[in-house]
Protein backbone atom coordinates (compact mmCIF):
# COMPACT_ATOMS: atom_id res chain seq x y z
CA UNK A 1 0.00 0.00 0.00
CA UNK A 2 2.38 2.39 0.84
CA UNK A 3 5.92 3.46 -1.15
CA UNK A 4 8.67 5.94 -2.17
CA UNK A 5 8.07 9.20 -3.62
CA UNK A 6 8.82 8.64 -7.18
CA UNK A 7 11.50 11.05 -7.28
CA UNK A 8 13.77 8.97 -4.67
CA UNK A 9 12.63 5.44 -5.44
CA UNK A 10 16.19 5.19 -6.26
CA UNK A 11 17.32 4.46 -2.88
CA UNK A 12 15.36 0.85 -2.53
CA UNK A 13 18.36 -1.18 -4.11
CA UNK A 14 20.55 0.42 -1.53
CA UNK A 15 18.14 -0.48 1.17
CA UNK A 16 17.90 -3.91 0.04
CA UNK A 17 21.24 -5.19 -0.17
CA UNK A 18 22.36 -6.64 2.60
CA UNK A 19 25.66 -4.74 2.89
CA UNK A 20 23.76 -1.33 3.80
CA UNK A 21 20.82 -2.91 5.96
CA UNK A 22 22.37 -2.14 8.92
CA UNK A 23 23.26 1.37 8.63
CA UNK A 24 20.66 2.82 5.86
CA UNK A 25 16.75 1.92 6.72
CA UNK A 26 13.72 3.06 4.85
CA UNK A 27 10.18 3.58 6.09
CA UNK A 28 6.96 4.97 4.90
CA UNK A 29 6.95 7.47 7.85
CA UNK A 30 9.93 8.78 9.66
CA UNK A 31 9.44 10.93 12.73
CA UNK A 32 12.59 12.94 13.86
CA UNK A 33 12.17 13.86 17.56
CA UNK A 34 10.74 11.90 20.82
CA UNK A 35 8.69 14.36 22.66
CA UNK A 36 5.12 14.52 22.96
CA UNK A 37 4.58 15.77 19.57
CA UNK A 38 6.76 13.34 18.27
CA UNK A 39 5.04 10.32 20.51
CA UNK A 40 1.86 11.35 18.89
CA UNK A 41 3.04 11.25 15.80
CA UNK A 42 4.86 8.53 15.19
CA UNK A 43 2.08 5.97 17.31
CA UNK A 44 -1.26 7.72 14.90
CA UNK A 45 1.26 7.45 11.95
CA UNK A 46 1.28 3.40 12.84
CA UNK A 47 -2.33 3.13 13.96
CA UNK A 48 -2.78 3.98 10.37
CA UNK A 49 -0.87 1.28 8.53
CA UNK A 50 2.50 2.91 7.77
CA UNK A 51 5.80 1.81 8.28
CA UNK A 52 6.87 4.42 11.18
CA UNK A 53 10.02 4.70 12.84
CA UNK A 54 10.91 7.40 15.46
CA UNK A 55 14.28 8.96 15.97
CA UNK A 56 15.79 10.37 19.43
CA UNK A 57 18.86 11.26 20.06
CA UNK A 58 18.40 10.54 24.67
CA UNK A 59 17.51 6.75 25.69
CA UNK A 60 13.68 7.63 26.60
CA UNK A 61 10.82 8.93 25.12
CA UNK A 62 9.05 12.52 26.44
CA UNK A 63 11.51 15.31 25.19
CA UNK A 64 11.09 18.15 27.73
CA UNK A 65 8.41 16.20 29.97
CA UNK A 66 10.69 13.87 30.58
CA UNK A 67 13.98 15.37 30.16
CA UNK A 68 13.49 18.45 31.62
CA UNK A 69 10.95 17.10 33.78
CA UNK A 70 8.48 19.59 33.15
CA UNK A 71 5.23 19.08 34.92
CA UNK A 72 1.89 19.38 34.75
CA UNK A 73 0.05 19.28 31.33
CA UNK A 74 -1.18 22.24 30.72
CA UNK A 75 -5.25 22.80 30.83
CA UNK A 76 -6.73 20.93 27.88
CA UNK A 77 -10.27 22.52 28.47
CA UNK A 78 -12.02 25.81 28.06
CA UNK A 79 -12.53 28.22 30.61
CA UNK A 80 -16.04 26.63 31.37
CA UNK A 81 -14.49 22.91 31.48
CA UNK A 82 -15.13 21.86 27.88
CA UNK A 83 -12.90 19.20 26.99
CA UNK A 84 -10.75 20.72 23.69
CA UNK A 85 -7.47 17.38 23.56
CA UNK A 86 -8.66 14.13 23.28
CA UNK A 87 -7.39 11.28 20.91
CA UNK A 88 -3.66 10.48 21.33
CA UNK A 89 -3.67 12.61 24.51
CA UNK A 90 -6.52 11.16 26.39
CA UNK A 91 -5.28 8.08 25.53
CA UNK A 92 -1.91 8.45 27.32
CA UNK A 93 -3.44 9.79 30.28
CA UNK A 94 -5.59 6.53 30.27
CA UNK A 95 -2.47 4.84 30.23
CA UNK A 96 -0.87 6.82 33.04
CA UNK A 97 -4.12 6.20 35.28
CA UNK A 98 -3.72 2.46 34.77
CA UNK A 99 -0.42 2.52 36.79
CA UNK A 100 -1.76 5.23 39.27
CA UNK A 101 0.87 7.71 37.56
CA UNK A 102 -1.11 10.77 37.15
CA UNK A 103 -3.47 12.69 39.44
CA UNK A 104 -5.41 15.63 37.19
CA UNK A 105 -3.25 16.80 35.19
CA UNK A 106 0.17 16.40 37.10
CA UNK A 107 2.08 12.42 36.08
CA UNK A 108 5.10 10.68 37.32
CA UNK A 109 7.96 11.22 34.63
CA UNK A 110 9.50 7.50 35.06
CA UNK A 111 5.57 6.10 34.21
CA UNK A 112 5.18 8.69 31.38
CA UNK A 113 8.85 7.14 30.24
CA UNK A 114 7.81 3.77 29.93
CA UNK A 115 3.95 4.38 28.90
CA UNK A 116 5.08 6.43 25.69
CA UNK A 117 7.23 3.48 24.80
CA UNK A 118 4.40 0.91 24.94
CA UNK A 119 2.25 2.78 23.42
CA UNK A 120 4.90 3.35 20.29
CA UNK A 121 5.96 -0.35 20.70
CA UNK A 122 2.25 -1.61 20.60
CA UNK A 123 1.52 0.77 17.78
CA UNK A 124 4.49 -1.17 15.81
CA UNK A 125 6.84 2.06 15.71
CA UNK A 126 10.45 1.42 15.25
CA UNK A 127 12.14 3.23 17.64
CA UNK A 128 15.77 4.42 17.07
CA UNK A 129 17.10 5.96 20.63
CA UNK A 130 20.52 7.57 21.08
CA UNK A 131 20.53 8.95 17.57
CA UNK A 132 21.33 12.43 16.85
CA UNK A 133 19.52 13.62 13.50
CA UNK A 134 21.93 16.18 11.82
CA UNK A 135 21.61 16.69 8.69
CA UNK A 136 19.38 15.80 5.39
CA UNK A 137 19.84 14.75 1.73
CA UNK A 138 17.89 17.01 -0.24
CA UNK A 139 16.11 15.68 -3.86
CA UNK A 140 15.18 18.84 -5.48
CA UNK A 141 12.40 20.13 -2.95
CA UNK A 142 12.24 17.09 -0.74
CA UNK A 143 13.99 15.28 2.08
CA UNK A 144 15.48 12.20 0.53
CA UNK A 145 17.29 10.36 3.50
CA UNK A 146 18.02 11.87 7.02
CA UNK A 147 21.66 11.59 8.76
CA UNK A 148 22.11 10.46 12.00
CA UNK A 149 25.38 10.35 14.31
CA UNK A 150 25.24 7.16 16.11
CA UNK A 151 27.79 5.56 18.17
CA UNK A 152 28.63 3.38 15.11
CA UNK A 153 29.04 6.22 12.61
CA UNK A 154 26.55 7.98 10.46
CA UNK A 155 23.40 5.91 9.90
CA UNK A 156 20.57 7.22 7.10
CA UNK A 157 16.90 6.65 7.23
CA UNK A 158 14.82 7.49 4.02
CA UNK A 159 11.10 7.73 3.93
CA UNK A 160 8.50 8.84 1.79
CA UNK A 161 7.61 11.52 4.53
CA UNK A 162 8.82 13.24 7.36
CA UNK A 163 7.83 14.84 10.85
CA UNK A 164 9.90 17.00 12.27
CA UNK A 165 9.36 16.71 15.75
CA UNK A 166 12.20 18.19 17.55
CA UNK A 167 11.39 20.82 19.29
CA UNK A 168 14.10 23.24 17.48
CA UNK A 169 13.04 22.32 14.11
CA UNK A 170 16.03 20.53 13.35
CA UNK A 171 15.24 18.56 9.47
CA UNK A 172 13.48 21.84 8.47
CA UNK A 173 16.64 23.70 9.15
CA UNK A 174 18.84 21.47 7.79
CA UNK A 175 16.45 21.23 4.65
CA UNK A 176 16.64 24.99 4.43
CA UNK A 177 12.97 26.21 5.43
CA UNK A 178 12.24 29.20 6.66
CA UNK A 179 12.32 30.32 10.17
CA UNK A 180 11.82 32.66 13.27
CA UNK A 181 13.49 33.14 16.16
CA UNK A 182 12.21 35.04 19.52
CA UNK A 183 10.43 38.56 19.40
CA UNK A 184 10.17 40.69 16.17
CA UNK A 185 12.12 43.57 18.03
CA UNK A 186 15.32 41.75 18.66
CA UNK A 187 14.83 38.39 18.08
CA UNK A 188 15.39 37.11 22.18
CA UNK A 189 13.34 33.90 23.42
CA UNK A 190 11.01 33.01 26.28
CA UNK A 191 13.88 32.22 28.91
CA UNK A 192 14.75 28.81 29.63
CA UNK A 193 13.91 26.45 33.24
CA UNK A 194 15.94 23.66 35.08
CA UNK A 195 13.28 22.11 36.82
CA UNK A 196 13.59 19.70 39.68
CA UNK A 197 11.27 17.05 41.81
CA UNK A 198 12.10 17.86 45.54
CA UNK A 199 10.65 14.53 48.43
CA UNK A 200 10.42 14.61 51.45
CA UNK A 201 7.71 17.24 51.48
CA UNK A 202 5.32 17.45 54.29
CA UNK A 203 2.50 18.83 51.89
CA UNK A 204 -0.53 19.07 54.83
CA UNK A 205 2.09 21.28 57.07
CA UNK A 206 2.96 23.65 53.74
CA UNK A 207 -0.85 24.21 53.24
CA UNK A 208 -1.63 25.09 57.04
CA UNK A 209 1.14 28.10 56.17
CA UNK A 210 -0.40 28.76 53.22
CA UNK A 211 -4.27 29.26 54.71
CA UNK A 212 -2.64 31.28 57.73
CA UNK A 213 -0.51 33.63 55.65
CA UNK A 214 -2.96 34.30 52.14
CA UNK A 215 -1.47 37.41 51.71
CA UNK A 216 1.98 35.72 51.15
CA UNK A 217 0.87 33.85 48.59
CA UNK A 218 -0.29 34.33 44.73
CA UNK A 219 -1.94 31.07 45.36
CA UNK A 220 -3.77 28.76 46.33
CA UNK A 221 -6.31 31.40 48.09
CA UNK A 222 -7.35 28.86 50.74
CA UNK A 223 -10.83 29.81 52.03
CA UNK A 224 -11.33 29.69 56.23
CA UNK A 225 -13.06 26.38 57.07
CA UNK A 226 -11.07 24.58 54.28
CA UNK A 227 -10.19 20.89 55.01
CA UNK A 228 -6.72 20.46 53.99
CA UNK A 229 -6.99 16.84 54.06
CA UNK A 230 -9.50 16.95 50.90
CA UNK A 231 -6.56 19.22 49.11
CA UNK A 232 -3.97 17.30 49.46
CA UNK A 233 -6.54 14.74 47.60
CA UNK A 234 -5.94 16.29 44.55
CA UNK A 235 -3.30 18.79 42.80
CA UNK A 236 -1.18 20.82 45.43
CA UNK A 237 0.12 24.22 43.48
CA UNK A 238 1.71 26.77 45.40
CA UNK A 239 3.18 29.87 44.22
CA UNK A 240 4.13 32.69 46.75
CA UNK A 241 6.30 33.17 49.86
CA UNK A 242 7.03 37.16 49.15
CA UNK A 243 8.64 37.73 52.36
CA UNK A 244 10.41 34.57 53.02
CA UNK A 245 11.85 35.10 49.59
CA UNK A 246 12.62 38.39 49.83
CA UNK A 247 14.56 38.42 53.05
CA UNK A 248 16.15 35.43 51.87
CA UNK A 249 17.18 37.22 48.94
CA UNK A 250 18.61 40.46 51.07
CA UNK A 251 20.26 38.08 53.20
CA UNK A 252 22.29 36.81 50.09
CA UNK A 253 20.48 32.86 50.76
CA UNK A 254 18.44 32.76 47.86
CA UNK A 255 20.02 33.90 44.54
CA UNK A 256 16.82 33.26 41.95
CA UNK A 257 15.48 35.86 39.51
CA UNK A 258 12.14 37.01 40.86
CA UNK A 259 10.18 37.94 43.57
CA UNK A 260 8.37 34.29 44.19
CA UNK A 261 8.99 30.65 44.38
CA UNK A 262 6.24 27.99 42.70
CA UNK A 263 5.77 24.64 42.77
CA UNK A 264 3.25 21.75 42.50
CA UNK A 265 2.71 18.42 43.39
CA UNK A 266 4.12 15.13 41.93
CA UNK A 267 1.55 11.83 41.92
CA UNK A 268 4.50 10.41 44.65
CA UNK A 269 3.13 11.48 48.23
CA UNK A 270 5.67 14.07 49.16
CA UNK A 271 7.39 15.16 45.95
CA UNK A 272 6.73 18.24 44.06
CA UNK A 273 8.56 19.93 40.94
CA UNK A 274 9.61 23.25 41.59
CA UNK A 275 9.14 25.73 38.35
CA UNK A 276 11.06 28.81 39.37
CA UNK A 277 15.02 28.96 37.83
CA UNK A 278 14.94 31.20 34.90
CA UNK A 279 17.73 32.08 32.54
CA UNK A 280 17.39 34.63 30.38
CA UNK A 281 19.10 36.04 27.06
CA UNK A 282 20.13 32.55 26.11
CA UNK A 283 19.74 30.58 22.62
CA UNK A 284 18.60 27.21 22.76
CA UNK A 285 20.47 26.16 19.04
CA UNK A 286 23.64 27.41 20.47
CA UNK A 287 25.93 25.04 22.58
CA UNK A 288 27.65 27.79 24.45
CA UNK A 289 24.35 29.60 25.66
CA UNK A 290 22.97 26.08 26.67
CA UNK A 291 26.09 25.73 28.39
CA UNK A 292 25.31 28.81 30.62
CA UNK A 293 21.89 27.73 31.18
CA UNK A 294 22.97 24.64 32.59
CA UNK A 295 25.52 26.13 34.79
CA UNK A 296 23.51 28.80 36.31
CA UNK A 297 20.16 26.61 36.13
CA UNK A 298 22.06 24.06 38.15
CA UNK A 299 23.57 27.35 40.51
CA UNK A 300 20.08 28.66 40.98
CA UNK A 301 18.50 25.18 41.85
CA UNK A 302 21.05 24.67 44.77
CA UNK A 303 19.87 28.23 45.90
CA UNK A 304 16.73 27.19 46.32
CA UNK A 305 16.87 23.52 47.69
CA UNK A 306 19.21 25.52 50.73
CA UNK A 307 16.07 27.92 50.74
CA UNK A 308 13.05 25.46 50.72
CA UNK A 309 15.05 23.49 53.68
CA UNK A 310 15.73 26.63 55.73
CA UNK A 311 12.16 28.78 55.18
CA UNK A 312 9.93 26.87 53.92
CA UNK A 313 7.50 25.34 56.32
CA UNK A 314 7.10 21.85 55.65
CA UNK A 315 10.23 21.34 53.84
CA UNK A 316 12.39 20.58 57.00
CA UNK A 317 13.09 17.26 56.24
CA UNK A 318 13.16 17.74 51.95
CA UNK A 319 15.56 16.58 50.06
CA UNK A 320 16.46 17.09 45.78
CA UNK A 321 14.97 13.47 44.48
CA UNK A 322 15.87 14.32 40.88
CA UNK A 323 16.53 16.93 38.11
CA UNK A 324 16.28 17.43 34.56
CA UNK A 325 18.96 15.17 32.53
CA UNK A 326 18.65 18.83 30.37
CA UNK A 327 18.02 22.50 31.27
CA UNK A 328 13.81 22.89 29.64
CA UNK A 329 14.00 24.82 26.97
CA UNK A 330 10.81 27.11 25.79
CA UNK A 331 10.92 28.17 21.99
CA UNK A 332 14.00 28.81 19.78
CA UNK A 333 13.55 28.09 15.88
CA UNK A 334 9.39 29.03 14.86
CA UNK A 335 9.21 27.06 11.25
CA UNK A 336 7.66 29.47 9.06
CA UNK A 337 4.98 27.56 7.13
CA UNK A 338 1.94 28.31 4.77
CA UNK A 339 -0.12 29.94 7.84
CA UNK A 340 1.58 32.21 10.77
CA UNK A 341 -0.53 31.35 14.03
CA UNK A 342 -0.58 34.96 16.06
CA UNK A 343 -1.58 35.85 19.24
CA UNK A 344 -4.27 38.41 17.59
CA UNK A 345 -5.56 34.14 16.54
CA UNK A 346 -5.92 33.62 20.51
CA UNK A 347 -7.75 36.95 21.37
CA UNK A 348 -10.00 36.59 18.65
CA UNK A 349 -10.75 32.64 19.32
CA UNK A 350 -10.53 32.25 15.53
CA UNK A 351 -11.54 28.82 14.07
CA UNK A 352 -10.28 27.63 10.42
CA UNK A 353 -12.10 25.29 8.16
CA UNK A 354 -8.38 23.35 8.19
CA UNK A 355 -8.48 22.81 12.20
CA UNK A 356 -6.64 20.07 13.21
CA UNK A 357 -6.64 21.32 16.98
CA UNK A 358 -8.38 23.55 19.84
CA UNK A 359 -6.98 25.14 22.80
CA UNK A 360 -8.06 27.84 25.15
CA UNK A 361 -4.41 28.21 26.70
CA UNK A 362 -3.15 32.03 27.06
CA UNK A 363 -0.40 33.97 26.06
CA UNK A 364 2.19 32.60 27.81
CA UNK A 365 5.20 34.17 27.26
CA UNK A 366 8.48 34.14 30.26
CA UNK A 367 10.76 37.52 29.86
CA UNK A 368 13.31 36.50 27.64
CA UNK A 369 15.50 38.24 30.10
CA UNK A 370 15.00 35.74 32.97
CA UNK A 371 13.56 38.31 35.15
CA UNK A 372 11.86 35.34 36.25
CA UNK A 373 8.28 35.41 38.22
CA UNK A 374 7.30 39.11 39.58
CA UNK A 375 4.39 40.34 42.11
CA UNK A 376 3.44 42.73 39.24
CA UNK A 377 2.24 40.33 36.59
CA UNK A 378 -0.63 39.36 38.86
CA UNK A 379 -2.44 42.55 37.67
CA UNK A 380 -1.49 42.54 33.72
CA UNK A 381 -4.05 41.87 31.11
CA UNK A 382 -3.70 37.92 29.77
CA UNK A 383 -4.33 37.38 26.24
CA UNK A 384 -6.71 34.67 25.95
CA UNK A 385 -10.13 33.63 23.92
CA UNK A 386 -13.13 35.28 25.72
CA UNK A 387 -14.48 33.18 28.79
CA UNK A 388 -16.10 29.40 27.40
CA UNK A 389 -14.33 29.71 24.15
CA UNK A 390 -11.50 28.79 22.65
CA UNK A 391 -9.23 28.95 19.39
CA UNK A 392 -8.00 26.46 16.54
CA UNK A 393 -4.61 25.23 15.24
CA UNK A 394 -4.97 24.87 10.92
CA UNK A 395 -3.12 22.92 9.30
CA UNK A 396 -1.37 25.01 7.37
CA UNK A 397 0.97 25.55 10.27
CA UNK A 398 2.21 22.47 10.31
CA UNK A 399 3.19 22.90 6.85
CA UNK A 400 6.92 24.48 5.96
CA UNK A 401 7.17 26.34 3.42
CA UNK A 402 9.58 25.45 0.68
CA UNK A 403 10.07 21.62 1.45
CA UNK A 404 7.71 19.22 -0.02
CA UNK A 405 7.51 15.99 1.90
CA UNK A 406 8.13 17.01 5.46
CA UNK A 407 5.35 18.15 8.56
CA UNK A 408 6.17 20.29 11.87
CA UNK A 409 4.68 19.02 14.96
CA UNK A 410 5.15 20.20 18.43
CA UNK A 411 6.28 23.47 19.45
CA UNK A 412 8.76 24.78 16.94
CA UNK A 413 5.42 24.82 14.45
CA UNK A 414 4.55 27.90 12.32
CA UNK A 415 3.50 30.71 14.53
CA UNK A 416 4.76 34.60 15.91
CA UNK A 417 6.42 35.02 19.17
CA UNK A 418 3.25 35.24 21.11
CA UNK A 419 1.15 32.98 18.91
CA UNK A 420 3.94 30.22 20.32
CA UNK A 421 3.41 31.55 23.51
CA UNK A 422 -0.30 29.62 23.91
CA UNK A 423 0.43 26.85 21.74
CA UNK A 424 3.51 25.45 22.54
CA UNK A 425 1.95 23.36 26.00
CA UNK A 426 1.92 19.84 25.76
CA UNK A 427 -1.48 18.81 25.29
CA UNK A 428 -1.97 21.20 21.88
CA UNK A 429 1.83 19.80 20.42
CA UNK A 430 -0.24 16.32 21.27
CA UNK A 431 -2.61 17.76 18.97
CA UNK A 432 -0.63 18.85 16.41
CA UNK A 433 1.72 15.77 16.56
CA UNK A 434 -1.38 13.22 16.01
CA UNK A 435 -2.57 16.00 12.96
CA UNK A 436 1.07 15.35 11.55
CA UNK A 437 1.41 11.80 12.18
CA UNK A 438 -1.95 11.00 10.68
CA UNK A 439 -1.63 12.92 8.01
CA UNK A 440 1.93 11.72 6.55
CA UNK A 441 0.45 8.40 6.67
CA UNK A 442 -2.48 9.52 4.38
CA UNK A 443 -0.11 11.22 2.28
CA UNK A 444 2.98 8.15 2.28
CA UNK A 445 -0.01 6.15 1.29
CA UNK A 446 -1.39 8.69 -1.32
CA UNK A 447 1.97 9.06 -3.08
CA UNK A 448 1.58 12.82 -2.62
CA UNK A 449 2.83 15.82 -0.36
CA UNK A 450 1.20 16.26 2.88
CA UNK A 451 0.23 19.82 1.19
CA UNK A 452 -1.87 17.52 -1.62
CA UNK A 453 -3.67 15.57 0.63
CA UNK A 454 -7.51 15.86 0.98
CA UNK A 455 -7.66 17.70 4.06
CA UNK A 456 -11.63 16.20 4.72
CA UNK A 457 -9.83 13.13 4.97
CA UNK A 458 -7.30 14.27 7.32
CA UNK A 459 -9.96 15.28 9.20
CA UNK A 460 -12.70 12.24 9.60
CA UNK A 461 -9.38 9.84 10.32
CA UNK A 462 -8.81 12.38 13.29
CA UNK A 463 -12.47 12.15 14.49
CA UNK A 464 -12.49 8.53 13.82
CA UNK A 465 -9.35 8.80 16.38
CA UNK A 466 -10.71 10.29 19.04
CA UNK A 467 -9.46 13.56 18.36
CA UNK A 468 -11.51 16.91 18.78
CA UNK A 469 -11.51 18.80 15.33
C1 LIG B 1 10.50 25.06 31.68
C2 LIG B 1 9.28 24.76 30.89
C3 LIG B 1 8.06 24.74 31.53
C4 LIG B 1 6.90 24.41 30.82
N1 LIG B 1 5.71 24.29 31.47
C5 LIG B 1 4.68 23.67 30.86
C6 LIG B 1 3.56 23.22 31.59
O1 LIG B 1 3.49 23.40 32.80
N2 LIG B 1 2.56 22.57 30.92
C7 LIG B 1 2.61 22.34 29.58
O2 LIG B 1 1.69 21.73 29.05
N3 LIG B 1 3.67 22.77 28.84
C8 LIG B 1 4.73 23.39 29.46
N4 LIG B 1 5.84 23.74 28.75
C9 LIG B 1 5.84 23.58 27.28
C10 LIG B 1 6.00 22.15 26.84
O3 LIG B 1 6.71 21.40 27.80
C11 LIG B 1 6.77 22.03 25.52
O4 LIG B 1 6.47 23.06 24.63
C12 LIG B 1 6.45 20.69 24.87
O5 LIG B 1 6.73 19.64 25.79
C13 LIG B 1 7.23 20.54 23.59
O6 LIG B 1 7.05 19.25 23.07
P1 LIG B 1 7.71 18.87 21.66
O7 LIG B 1 7.48 17.43 21.49
O8 LIG B 1 7.25 19.83 20.62
O9 LIG B 1 9.27 19.19 21.85
P2 LIG B 1 10.33 18.57 22.87
O10 LIG B 1 9.69 18.17 24.12
O11 LIG B 1 11.44 19.56 22.91
O12 LIG B 1 10.81 17.23 22.16
C14 LIG B 1 11.76 17.22 21.14
C15 LIG B 1 12.43 15.86 21.16
O13 LIG B 1 13.33 15.77 20.06
C16 LIG B 1 14.60 15.31 20.49
N5 LIG B 1 15.57 15.92 19.59
C17 LIG B 1 15.84 17.24 19.43
N6 LIG B 1 16.72 17.44 18.45
C18 LIG B 1 17.02 16.21 17.97
C19 LIG B 1 17.87 15.76 16.92
N7 LIG B 1 18.56 16.61 16.16
N8 LIG B 1 17.94 14.43 16.69
C20 LIG B 1 17.23 13.54 17.45
N9 LIG B 1 16.41 13.91 18.45
C21 LIG B 1 16.30 15.24 18.68
C22 LIG B 1 14.71 15.80 21.92
O14 LIG B 1 15.63 15.03 22.68
C23 LIG B 1 13.27 15.65 22.41
O15 LIG B 1 13.02 14.37 22.92
C24 LIG B 1 7.00 24.13 29.43
C25 LIG B 1 8.24 24.16 28.79
C26 LIG B 1 9.37 24.45 29.51
C27 LIG B 1 10.70 24.40 28.82
Known sequence: MFGYLHAYSYLEPMINSSENRCDRRAFDVAVAGGGVAGIAAAHSAARRGARTCLIERYGFLGGMATAAMVCPFMSHRSSTGQPLVAGFFEELRGRLAEMDAIVENSFDVEALKFVAQEMLLDAGVELVLHSWVTGVEMRNDSIAELALRTKGGEERVAASVFVDATGDGDVAFSAGAPFQKGRAEDGAMQAMTLKFDIAGVDLHAALEWVKANPDQVRFPKIEPGTDIRQMLKGVVSIAGYYDLVKQAKEKGELNVPGDLVFFISRPRPGEVVVNTTHIGMVDGTRSEDLTRAEIEGRRQMMSLMRFFRDCAPGFESCYLARSGVQVGVRETRRITGEYVFTAEDVEAARKFPDAIGRLAYWVDVHSPKGE?????????????????????????????????????????????????????????????????????????????????????????????AGALV
Open 372 to 464: GYTRGEETTRRLAPPPGDWYEIPYRCLLPLGVRNLLIAGKCVSSTHEGHGAIRVMPSCMAMGQAAGTAAAIAASAGVSPKEIDVEKLLSALRE
